[in-house]
C-alpha cells in the first residue's frame, strides 16, 4: 500500500499495549502514568454556556490564555496571553513542535532517558535522537556542552521537574548552567513540566524558560495530571518569534481545542477551589508514594536501588544485576501485575537494559503488596535464569 515514507517509522507505544493488556480487572497495575480514580475531581455542568459548542479561535478561549499566562508570570516566565495557545493535551505540543523542526535526519537533544511518547514522535518524522544523560541533579554539563557544540541540534526537549521515568528534578545551579549554555549556542528548548504541581517536599524551582537570555523557547503544561486527562487540555507559551509558526500548525491539525475541556479548564485554573484540590492531591499521593517506598523496601532492596521521587508519579528503578526487562513483561502479566520495563524510554535502548518504572499513584493500596511481591519474585526468577 501507498502510505507515507515516515509510516515506516511509525512503532506502536509499547505503554499501550501494556495498558490494554492491564485492562483486566485483577491486574495490578504500575504501568501508566493515571491519576488515582478517587483524585479526579467531580465537574459541574449546568452553568456550562450553550454556545460552548460553537467553533472557537485556534488559539484557544481567551479568558483562559489569559489565566494560564498569569499562571505562568508567577512562576517567573516572561510571557503575555498573546503567547499562549491552548493544545488537546501537552502531547499535542510535541506533535507541533516537530512538524515545525523536525525533517528526517535534524538532529535534536534529549535526556536519557526521556517520556516515551516525545521519543515516538520524534522518530517518527525521522529525527537523529541524541542524548545526554541525566544525572541525579540534572543533564551532565560536560555531555550537554559537548553535544550543543559538536552537533547544534535544532532543539533540546527536556523535563526538568520530577522527570517521566525518572522523577529527576533538576538543581537551581543546573537550571542555570543548562540555560546559560542554550543561550550561548543558541538552541531551542522545549520544556514539558506537567508535573511541577506533583510536589511532595514543597520545593520549587523556576522553569529555565525563564533563565534563558537569548534563546527560542517552548514552554509546556497540562491539566492532565491535576484535574482529568479525559479533558484533553493542556497549554503552550512559545517565545514570539515562534508563536505564530505553531499556531498555524494548530490550525492546520485540528482548528482548535475542544471548548467543552476548555471551559471546564477554567473553572478551575487560577481559583481558590483549584489550590485546595492542588492541596488534597499532594498530600493524597504523599501517602502513596510513602506506602509504594515501604513495600518497595520489604521487596527490592536486596533487587534494585533508587532514589525517593519528591513529585510526580514515578519510581525509578535500577535493577543491581541488569537484564533486559521487556522479557520480563509476560510473565509479570501472566502473574497479573503490569509494569514499564525502562528500555524504550532510551534512544538506544539495548544499551540501557535493567531499569523499572513503576507508577505508583493508581494502584489500589490494599494490593500494593502483593503487586510488588509478585513482581519482585519475577526478577528474581529471570535473574537466577540468567546465571544459570
Ligand atoms: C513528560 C510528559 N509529557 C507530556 C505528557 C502528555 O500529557 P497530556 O495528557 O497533557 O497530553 C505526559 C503524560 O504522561 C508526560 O509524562
Known amino acids: 500500500m ?29 504501568a501508566g502514568g493515571l491519576p488515582a480514580e478517587a483524585m479526579l475531581p467531580k465537574l459541574d455542568w449546568d452553568e456550562m454556556p450553550l454556545n460552548i459548542g460553537q467553533y472557537g479561535m485556534s488559539e484557544g478561549e481567551p479568558q483562559l490564555r489569559e489565566l494560564l499566562a498569569a499562571e505562568a508570570r508567577a512562576l ?45 514522535i520524534f522518530q517518527l518524522f525521522g529525527a537523529e535522537c541524541l542524548t545526554v544523560p541525566l544525572e541525579a541533579d540534572g543533564p551532565n554539563l560536560a555531555a ?12 533540546i526537549y527536556l523535563i526538568p521537574t520530577f522527570q517521566n521515568p525518572s522523577a529527576v528534578r533538576y538543581s537551581e545551579a543546573r537550571r542555570d548552567a543548562v540555560a546559560a549554555l542554550l543561550d550561548e549556542f543558541g538552541v531551542t528548548l522545549i520544556e514539558d513540566e ?17 533563565r534563558l537570555q537569548s534563546a ?28 505564530p509558526h505553531l499556531l498555524k500548525l494548530k490550525q492546520s491539525a485540528d482548528l482548535h481545542t475542544n471548548r467543552i475541556g476548555q471551559w471546564q479548564a477554567m473553572q478551575w485554573i487560577g481559583s481558590e477551589k483549584y489550590q485546595q484540590h492542588l492541596v488534597q492531591l499532594r498530600s493524597f499521593y504523599r501517602i502513596r508514594r510513602d506506602a509504594f517506598q515501604a513495600a518497595l523496601e520489604r521487596y527490592f532492596s536486596d533487587l534494585a536501588d533508587w532514589q525517593v521521587p519528591q513529585g510526580g508519579l514515578f519510581f525509578w528503578l535500577t535493577l543491581k544485576q541488569p537484564l533486559d526487562t521487556r522479557t520480563l513483561l509476560a510473565q509479570a502479566l ?10 524504550p524510554f532510551f534512544c538506544e535502548p539495548d544499551l540501557h537494559h535493567g531499569h523499572l518504572r513503576l507508577n505508583f499513584s493508581h494502584i489500589d493500596p490494599a494490593r500494593l503488596d502483593e503487586g510488588l511481591m509478585r513482581l519482585a519474585a519475577v526478577v528474581r526468577l529471570a535473574q537466577r535464569a540468567q546465571a544459570a
Open 2 to 30: 501507498a502510505f507515507s515514507e515516515r509510516v515506516s517509522r511509525l512503532k506502536s507505544s509499547l505503554i499501550r499495549e501494556i495498558l490494554a493488556a492491564a485492562q483486566r480487572p485483577e491486574v495490578m497495575s504500575f
Open 216 to 243: 527560542s523557547w517552548i514552554y509546556t503544561g497540562t491539566v492532565s495530571k491535576t484535574l482529568l486527562p479525559g479533558l484533553r487540555v493542556g497549554y503552550l507559551i512559545a517565545s514570539p518569534d515562534l508563536f
Open 144 to 155: 550537554l556542552r559537548a553535544s550543543l557544540e559538536q552537533h547544534r541540534p535544532s532543539f
Open 334 to 343: 501472566e502473574q497479573d501485575v503490569a509494569f514499564m520495563p525502562g528500555e
Open 76 to 120: 517567573g516566565v516572561p510571557c503575555e496571553a498573546s503567547q499562549v495557545l491552548v493544545v488537546s493535551g501537552s502531547q499535542q505540543t510535541l506533535d507541533l513542535a516537530t512538524k515545525l523542526y523536525i525533517d528526517k535526519g535534524t538532529k535534536i537533544l534529549l535526556e536519557g532517558p526521556t517520556y516515551l511518547a516525545a521519543l515516538q
Open 194 to 210: 506537567p508535573y511541577r504541581e506533583l510536589s511532595f517536599d514543597g520545593g520549587s524551582a523556576r522553569p529555565l524558560v525563564s
